[in-house]
Protein backbone atom coordinates (compact mmCIF):
# COMPACT_ATOMS: atom_id res chain seq x y z
CA UNK A 1 0.00 0.00 0.00
CA UNK A 2 1.59 3.43 -0.67
CA UNK A 3 1.67 5.87 2.20
CA UNK A 4 1.76 9.85 1.34
CA UNK A 5 3.60 12.17 3.72
CA UNK A 6 3.35 16.05 3.32
CA UNK A 7 5.67 19.01 4.63
CA UNK A 8 6.69 22.40 3.64
CA UNK A 9 3.83 23.77 5.89
CA UNK A 10 3.97 26.82 7.71
CA UNK A 11 3.11 30.21 8.83
CA UNK A 12 3.65 32.84 6.15
CA UNK A 13 2.62 36.93 6.10
CA UNK A 14 0.21 37.66 3.37
CA UNK A 15 1.39 37.67 0.02
CA UNK A 16 4.28 34.99 0.66
CA UNK A 17 5.09 31.68 -0.83
CA UNK A 18 5.52 28.17 0.40
CA UNK A 19 6.20 24.93 -1.39
CA UNK A 20 4.45 22.04 -0.42
CA UNK A 21 5.51 18.36 -1.13
CA UNK A 22 3.92 15.23 -1.22
CA UNK A 23 6.45 12.19 -0.85
CA UNK A 24 5.18 8.68 -1.61
CA UNK A 25 6.22 4.97 -0.48
CA UNK A 26 5.59 2.14 -2.97
CA UNK A 27 5.71 1.74 -6.62
CA UNK A 28 2.34 2.52 -7.42
CA UNK A 29 3.11 6.24 -7.62
CA UNK A 30 3.60 7.32 -11.62
CA UNK A 31 0.44 5.18 -12.52
CA UNK A 32 -2.22 7.68 -10.89
CA UNK A 33 -2.87 11.47 -11.09
CA UNK A 34 -2.13 13.34 -7.53
CA UNK A 35 -4.14 15.67 -6.19
CA UNK A 36 -3.88 18.48 -3.66
CA UNK A 37 -6.65 19.25 -0.91
CA UNK A 38 -7.33 21.29 2.50
CA UNK A 39 -9.33 21.62 4.85
CA UNK A 40 -9.92 25.20 6.30
CA UNK A 41 -10.56 25.25 9.81
CA UNK A 42 -14.05 24.51 11.02
CA UNK A 43 -14.74 23.41 7.10
CA UNK A 44 -14.75 20.48 5.12
CA UNK A 45 -11.76 19.07 2.82
CA UNK A 46 -11.87 21.02 -0.24
CA UNK A 47 -10.30 20.34 -3.58
CA UNK A 48 -6.94 22.36 -4.72
CA UNK A 49 -5.30 20.82 -7.44
CA UNK A 50 -4.56 18.01 -9.47
CA UNK A 51 -2.21 16.74 -11.99
CA UNK A 52 -2.06 13.51 -14.60
CA UNK A 53 -0.03 10.69 -13.78
CA UNK A 54 2.87 12.40 -16.18
CA UNK A 55 3.19 15.40 -15.16
CA UNK A 56 1.44 17.11 -18.35
CA UNK A 57 -1.80 18.37 -16.96
CA UNK A 58 -2.60 20.12 -14.03
CA UNK A 59 -6.40 21.71 -12.94
CA UNK A 60 -7.06 23.88 -10.22
CA UNK A 61 -9.76 25.35 -7.94
CA UNK A 62 -10.56 29.04 -9.39
CA UNK A 63 -9.30 30.94 -6.01
CA UNK A 64 -5.93 29.55 -6.87
CA UNK A 65 -5.33 29.68 -10.03
CA UNK A 66 -2.10 32.13 -11.62
CA UNK A 67 -0.89 31.65 -7.56
CA UNK A 68 -0.31 28.02 -7.30
CA UNK A 69 1.71 25.50 -9.05
CA UNK A 70 1.23 21.57 -8.95
CA UNK A 71 4.20 19.48 -10.03
CA UNK A 72 5.16 16.11 -9.88
CA UNK A 73 8.91 14.29 -10.16
CA UNK A 74 8.29 10.43 -10.90
CA UNK A 75 11.71 9.54 -10.56
CA UNK A 76 11.42 10.92 -6.73
CA UNK A 77 7.71 9.57 -6.11
CA UNK A 78 7.21 13.01 -4.59
CA UNK A 79 4.17 15.83 -5.84
CA UNK A 80 4.72 19.43 -5.54
CA UNK A 81 2.74 22.78 -4.51
CA UNK A 82 4.24 25.93 -4.96
CA UNK A 83 1.63 28.35 -3.51
CA UNK A 84 2.95 31.98 -4.42
CA UNK A 85 0.89 35.31 -3.47
CA UNK A 86 -0.94 33.80 -0.40
CA UNK A 87 -3.82 34.76 1.60
CA UNK A 88 -5.47 34.79 4.59
CA UNK A 89 -7.90 32.26 2.76
CA UNK A 90 -5.38 29.66 1.98
CA UNK A 91 -5.13 29.25 5.55
CA UNK A 92 -5.53 24.89 6.54
CA UNK A 93 -4.72 21.67 7.16
CA UNK A 94 -2.97 20.45 3.08
CA UNK A 95 -3.28 17.05 1.71
CA UNK A 96 -2.09 14.92 -0.91
CA UNK A 97 -4.19 11.97 -2.19
CA UNK A 98 -4.15 9.59 -4.87
CA UNK A 99 -6.71 9.47 -7.67
CA UNK A 100 -8.34 6.50 -8.85
CA UNK A 101 -7.63 7.88 -12.25
CA UNK A 102 -4.34 8.60 -14.50
CA UNK A 103 -5.42 11.22 -17.19
CA UNK A 104 -7.23 14.28 -16.33
CA UNK A 105 -10.13 12.75 -18.23
CA UNK A 106 -13.69 12.33 -15.81
CA UNK A 107 -15.48 15.57 -15.59
CA UNK A 108 -13.98 18.32 -13.29
CA UNK A 109 -17.11 17.40 -10.55
CA UNK A 110 -15.17 13.92 -10.47
CA UNK A 111 -11.54 15.08 -10.00
CA UNK A 112 -12.59 17.51 -7.93
CA UNK A 113 -14.25 15.13 -5.63
CA UNK A 114 -12.10 13.80 -2.68
CA UNK A 115 -13.74 10.69 -2.83
CA UNK A 116 -11.86 10.10 -5.82
CA UNK A 117 -8.95 10.11 -4.10
CA UNK A 118 -7.14 7.59 -1.21
CA UNK A 119 -3.68 6.98 0.60
CA UNK A 120 -4.09 10.34 2.57
CA UNK A 121 -1.01 11.28 4.49
CA UNK A 122 -1.15 13.04 7.74
CA UNK A 123 -1.38 17.04 6.30
CA UNK A 124 0.97 19.92 6.76
CA UNK A 125 -0.79 22.86 8.10
CA UNK A 126 -0.42 26.07 6.77
CA UNK A 127 -1.04 29.41 8.25
CA UNK A 128 -1.35 33.03 6.39
CA UNK A 129 -1.60 35.41 9.12
CA UNK A 130 0.14 39.02 10.01
Known amino acids: QVQLKESGGGLVQPGGSLRLSCEASGDTFNNYAMGWFRQPPGKEREFVAVISWSGGSADYTYSVKGRFTISRDNDKNTVYLQMNNLKPEDTGLYYC???????????????????????WGQGTQVTVSS
Open 97 to 119: GIANFRALSPSMRARHRDRNYDN
